[in-house]
């Protein structure tokens, strides 16, 4: 239906303005009179009209009420319109006193008259550009099988979401109810939605089949969303996410770009406090050397130490395709810090010689490793290499060039190793322990964490593609756990180690509580609009070489002299 109703001519628009500033001053007239027409003189209000018509054309065409759509009338319409009215009455009644001045009939009008067609012209004007726009509101919504929306923050994103969804002639949505955890907010009416607090989702659910629930709050406690999302799950209701300011398309977003919600999104937890005061004065105007800085982790720790301005960044990866793509993903970046990719092997002992030769870095950030611990079970050579021999290369030559910080990057697969990865990393631990003791020079860092969401191999990745396939989701065993950070958390914590450090330390890491990875399979069955077991298989595989059921992890960060 909505399809037969095109867009109004802007003439239009203004013939109807101007007829309505026209009949507002002639009711205006007729108001003063006591409704008596015979006290009016028409002649003179003939001569007003004219004089109105002239002024109201020349402000609507400087303010340019008839631009826009009328059935998406906002408050930059209500605001122009308002200034229009406004400057043309002032004209008029400035003309009417200067008329009444020198004794001519030009224009004459009493205040009274002035001020009750000012009003009555601005009261015309919006409101039926209103009654259009609910007229074509009303023909959305009356839809057949229309969709109903919850959003999540009732703030100023909150109130674009529901603006975005009635501009979408094909969205069929019907924002029933705003949801906030601010009281005050609680029980308002805002464009005719109300306002409820969190706590009264499930009475909401039970009263409306609710189809979607948009999250527009960039605030939302981690605790609050992951919350959000199971009971959405539990029932299944679409969960979206608004997204962030910064992939908005020229300031603005649709409802096309409304995003679906990840499972990294509910792993996260509350943001960590970082001391960025203290790691800008450790790290600005620095010359910093990443290893493995192609890797997930180690490119990740690149661009939050471009936040921190270092002279130089030296990215060392053996990688080549990894390491030109990063290239071409920072070279844009203008903040003064220079960026050097440095193809090479940190076991090879040449190389890294020239490496440290040239640059002589201050602060050595070490995450090159093989991590796998299926492949190392079947390489055992190569994880001695590059995990021991790699790291032992590497920290020597920080001793070597005098190099002020050197942090490794570990795994907890290193507690109780069980298996040849997690033992090359426990081996290559003890090394830098032992030469922390002996070096006066630099301060050797060693941080541990778990599983790392998204990097390369995680098992979120795995799941993604399968899903894609149409499954069977592979799990090796139903009793399996495994401690989660996200990227972003990881590195900003080894760059926190790496500052509070005072040599010789294993930090641990926060990891939360232990995820079992058949809930993490069905949570991201679920998300994808599948139900487990039905559109979607899990089936166990048993466990790999040098897979465990669990890792260690402890609950606090603690340092080992």
Known sequence: MLKKFNIVPRWIIFLIDTFICNFSLLLACLISANLNPRLINFQELGSNLVVLTAITTLFFFNFRTYSGIVRYTGEQDAFRISLAVLASYIILGLLSGVSMVNGQAFVSLPLVTLLISALLSFLGLISYRLIIKYFFSYLRNSKTNPRYVIIYGAGEMGFATKSVLERDR????????????????????????????????????????????????????????????????????????????????????????????????????????????????????????????????????????????????????????????????????????????????????????????????????????????????????????????????????????????????????????????????????????????????????????????????????????????GGPVTVTHPNIIRYFMTISEATQLVLEAGSMGNGGEIFLFDMGKPVPIVDLARKMIRLSGLVPGVDIDIKYTGLRPGEKLYERCRKHIAHTP
């Not at 981690?222 to 910064?246: F, G, H, Y």
């Not at 997690?422 to 006066?440: D, N, V, Y």
Request: proline share 4%; with cysteine; net charge positive.
């Open 170 to 469: 094909h969205a069929k949505v019907k924002v029933i109810a705003y949801l906030d955890d601010n009281p005050y907010k609680s029980e308002k009416v805002v464009d005719g939605v109300k306002i409820y607090p969190f706590e009264e989702l499930d009475n909401l659910l039970k009263y409306y089949e609710v189809h979607e629930i948009i999250i527009s709050s960039f605030s939302i406690p981690a605790r609050k969303r992951t919350q959000l999302v199971e009971i959405c799950l539990e029932k299944n209701i679409t969960v979206l996410n608004v997204p962030p300011l910064d992939k908005w398309i020229n300031g603005q977003f649709t409802k096309k770009q409304l995003q679906a919600i990840k499972i990294e999104q509910l792993l996260e937890r509350d943001p960590i406090q970082i001391n960025h005061q203290g790691l800008g004065m450790q790290l600005k105007g620095r010359r910093v050397l990443v290893t493995g800085g192609a890797g997930s982790i180690g490119s990740e720790i690149v661009r939050q130490l471009l936040k921190y301005h270092p002279a130089t960044i030296v990215i060392v990866d053996q990688a080549e395709t990894p390491l030109h793509d990063l290239e071409l993903e920072l070279t844009g970046i203008k903040n003064g810090t220079k960026l050097v990719f440095f193809l090479g092997d940190v076991r090879s002992k040449s190389r890294m010689e020239e490496l440290f030769a040239n640059f002589h870095p201050q602060i050595v950030y070490h995450a090159a490793a093989y991590k796998h611990v299926p492949i190392m079970e079947l390489s055992p050579s190569e994880a001695i290499l590059t995990n021991v021999g790699g790291t032992k290369l590497i920290s020597k030559l920080a001793v070597k060039y005098q190099v002020q910080r050197f942090v490794m990057v570990s795994t907890d697969k290193a507690v109780n190793p069980t298996n040849v990865m997690g033992a090359s990393k426990r081996l290559a631990e003890i090394f830098i322990q032992e030469l922390a003791e002996s070096s006066s020079q630099t301060k050797f860092i060693i941080t541990r964490f778990g599983n790392v969401l998204g990097s390369n191999g995680s098992v979120i990745l795995r799941f993604k593609d399968q899903i894609a396939k």
